[in-house]
């Protein structure tokens, strides 16, 4: 850790006009007695630095990029913040925060509406869910509706905003937020080339190496190719291959799931559905574990009725192997292992079934 030392008299004449620079300067403020230094981290810029605080304030300047996050700390207390070339203020209280006065300027500021207007969606979308599970007026088929179609007029809100903010700002990190809330919502081919457009200082950024990792890992397992085998340890201590299932002369529907995933656990009774239909017609079932701890993924598929094959404790490993970033991922696999289908769901499960088995 290295140690940046101002004289009081030195904190209390910094005063900066509100730009642009290539130099960040950052002026705090504490809001608890007794704290005599704040730790300020920006991993990228590989700064870790002890801040002397004097009569509550602090002061320093690191370079400015706009591309990177940093962070104040200090006992309890810490904040993010972007080193965007402006003049920061920061304050460390119970309800930490960080402002420019170079508005729009500033990545900062931009970040800060973000996130203002990110939540207020977030809670509309909670209240008016709310409303609809209370309302007694509905029947629970009416209510199924109305929050299905709620959910996918926030959703289309929310990406659309995200695009706004992404296409605003393509040159500092305020895109890999929108890019990340977005990334799921989009073909391959549309975020490879939203990817492409962002600046070069981004394109280095190792969120979006791993998005790009992602792009090509499911155009190597897209529907049409073989299946790519993984092999895992199950949570008896066994070895245990996805090539144990697929590949052996039947149709698989393979369900990527966790315990703790409500979505996954609503597209069980769908699951359960299909194969009891189709099972006598050569249709075989395999549901794989992933993100989650073996005996709450056995209580579960217990408590849900989940009679068929399962791989316990496979974590990352499959997900990673098939840039699979959400759950429930289910595929379909033809008899000899090609992948007929991804990303199932609902009613969808049944027809794909049906188109190769009735």
Known sequence: M????????????????????????????????GIDEVNVIIPELQIDTLVPVSGGKFYLEVPADPTVLGSVAAANYGVEFIPDGTHLQVTLAPESTVTSKAGNRSVQERMNGFKVRTMAIQNDFKSQMEQITADQSLTEEEKSSRLEENYNAVMEEYAAYNKEVLEANKDNILALFAVQNVAVTMEDSQLDSLLNTLSEALQANEFVASLRKSIAVREATAEGKMFTDFTVEDSDGKTVSLSDYVGKGKYVLVDFWASWCGPCKREIPNLKAVYNKYRSKGLEMLSVAVWDEPQATKDTAKAYGVNWKQIINAQRIPTDLYGIEGIPHIILFGPDGTILKRDLRGEAIEAEVAGYLD
């Open 2 to 33: 290295k140690r940046f030392f101002l004289t009081a008299c030195a904190v209390a004449a910094l005063a900066g006009c509100a730009g642009v620079s290539d130099v960040t300067k950052i002026s705090g403020t504490v809001s608890t007695e």
